[in-house]
Structures are given as structure tokens and as C-alpha cells.
């Protein structure tokens, strides 16, 4: 044994256990194998080997053994369990001192933190998978989703708010109802104008303010004009988290629509994020004051032909290797551009293609946009 590794096992193991083990590397077998020693009913010896030419052997087989465990394609189970009389279950109040009581409850609570965020991930990658099975016939991976997330086909601000929203890492709903959140805080958890849980279920598919229900309907409307095998119809968490698993064939073939899947994709991830963006405005910096649908109707119409741009501008060689094909592009904005009859064959070299959609009853007509 190394020199390094004696204290753990000979002289740190009254320390680990009057501090309940807390910030100790490999803590769980650590007392596994402090117990095991324990246990034993005859003497236990171990020899330290030094840095002698005739311990080098010894300790390079060690490393090569543990090396070689790392790399095992299989783990092996190994038996953590401890006798019931053997096991230390916390610190002891008697050697406990107040920085370090401290430190094991907010290292507790940052396990229970953790523990309720994967429950609420794995909550929402389920989700996903229903959605994604009910619109496109298949099941995804949760590898693949996570994959999916970090496509070039979504802006970088886009893939990360996808990221968070399916971990539940933003501050919304039933995040300030924990009890530690004093009483004003934990109002914050309601949506003033509906009443309701402001959690992302909620925002992006439900909210009655302005906003949510105005940006669905005009993207509707852009989607219609593709004549896609896939109808648009109300859109749950799911079908926005999972967005970028978009694989949509036509009927009676087996090829992918490269470009209908690509505009479906771009479509939900940009408008939920607009929703997002206009929700926090309306909630932080306007102190509640809704925006007019006509409001939303022009920050819409923007982002969208901001995005059409940023597709052309892509497609110039100059990117090099992160240029987009100019194909792809053609393909996923057909069909949904304004006067696109009047339009060369390739459009990206010209100023001006804007995305043909109005609002209907919701405003009057961007100036541009038919």
C-alpha cells in the first residue's frame, strides 16, 4: 500500500466517521471497507510499501490492475452493504462544531436539490418521447434528444433555453414553493393573470396574458403554407421540448423531408423562446403590463425574417466548413416566403425575402410583409 493511502484506512477512519463521513472522496466505500476491516475476528495487517526498487514492481502491477478495472466494459457489483451495528449514519454531536454543521446541511440540501431536479428531467424526457411518438412514429432516445438539443439547426441562446427548460433549471413554478422561500417569493409561483402554476407547461401552452396563444397562431399560419403530411395542431411541452427530433416523411415514402423538418424545428424552438423572452419583459421589466397583439405580431414577423437572414447569410463560402448548404436552405423556407412566385431561383444572394405570413385579426400589416 502507498504511503498516500495509509491515514484512510489506520489513523483518519475515528475522523471520517465523527464527521459522518461528510466530504470524504469515495465516502460510501470508504465505510464499506472501514466496516469490512472491522468485521474481521482476527488481525488485519498491511504493509506499506516504499519507494524501493523492490516495491516498484508491486506498485506498477497495482496501477496496471486499477487501470485496467476503469477500462472493463462490464462493471463488477460490488457489495457496499454494512452490518447493521457497523454502520455510522451521521456526525456525532459531541466532536460537531457549528462551520462544520453548516457545511453537512448545505451539502444536504444541494442532494436534494439535485435529486428533485433528476426526477423533474427524467419527468420531461418521458414527456418527449410521448410527443415524439404520437407526431413522427417513433421513439427516440434519451441520447438522442440531448443530441438533438445541440443541433447547428438551433441558434446557440435557442439550444441552451431547450437545455434548461427540459432540465427544469429556470426559477418558475413550483421552484419558488420550496420552504425556504420566504412568503412574497413563494407568490411568485402563480401567474397573476391566470391563477395558475407558472411553471413551462403553463407559459409556453396555457398562459392567458397576450403572448403565448398569438405566437402558436402565427405560426400556424407559416406552417399551413409548407402542405406538410404533418397537420399543426395544439402543441403540448413535449412537442416543443422535442422539436429537434422532428423526422418527417411523407406518405408512402421513406425519405426524410429535410426541409420541412428543419422549418419545423426552427419554427417551435424560436417562438417558444420569443414567448419566453416576452414573458419575462412582461413580468420583470413592464411590472406586468401586457403587450399588444400587435406588439407581438411585429416581434414575431422580425424574428422570423431575422432568422431567414441569418439562413442566407450562412450560406456564403466564407463560413467555410459552417456554412450551410445552400439546398437546405431553399428547401426549408419554401413555400412560406412573400411574393416567392416573383422570386429568383435562388433567392439567398438577394436583399429583401421576407417570410409571407400577416396576423389576420390580430394587427394591422407589418409594412414588407404579405
Known sequence: MESRHVNSFLKDPIKFEDNGFYGVANAGLMKSTIASLRARTTQTYMELLGDGKENQQKIKGARSLARAAVKKERVNYVNLLQPPTLQVTGAKLNTM?????????????????????????????????????????????????????????????TRDFLWMVTHDA???????????????????????????????????????????????????????????????????????????????????????????????????????????????????????????????????IRMLNDRLGMDCQMTQRRYETRALPKGLVLKTWEGVLKDEETLPKDWTVESGVLVGITGGQIGEEVSGVG
Open 170 to 300: 429556470y426559477w418558475t413554478g413550483t421552484h419558488w414553493l420550496r420552504g425556504s422561500m420566504a412568503p412574497e417569493l413563494q407568490e411568485r409561483a402563480v401567474c397573476p393573470q391566470c391563477g395558475k402554476i407558472d411553471d413551462f407547461r403553463h407559459i409556453l401552452t396555457e398562459c392567458e396574458s397576450p403572448g403565448q396563444a398569438i405566437i402558436w397562431k402565427l405560426a400556424g399560419e407559416l406552417w399551413e403554407k409548407k402542405n406538410s403530411s404533418i397537420k399543426w395542431t395544439f402543441l403540448d411541452l413535449g412537442d416543443i421540448l422535442g422539436c429537434g427530433l422532428a423526422k418527417i416523411i411523407a406518405p408512402g415514402e421513406k425519405t426524410i423531408q429535410i426541409g420541412e423538418s428543419r422549418l419545423w424545428k426552427i419554427l417551435i424552438a424560436e417562438s417558444a423562446y420569443l414567448i419566453w423572452v416576452l414573458r419575462c419583459e412582461r413580468v420583470i421589466e413592464n411590472e406586468g403590463r401586457a403587450f399588444s397583439g400587435r406588439e407581438i405580431q411585429h416581434r414575431y
Open 97 to 157: 462544531t457549528q462551520g462544520l454543521a453548516y457545511r453537512v446541511i448545505k451539502h444536504q440540501q444541494t442532494l436534494d436539490s439535485e435529486i428533485m431536479t433528476r426526477a423533474r428531467t427524467e419527468h420531461n424526457l418521458a414527456r418527449i418521447k410521448d410527443s415524439v411518438e404520437d407526431r413522427f412514429n417513433y421513439i427516440p432516445t434519451s441520447g438522442s434528444l440531448w443530441k438533438a438539443i445541440r443541433h447547428k439547426d438551433l441558434e446557440r441562446r
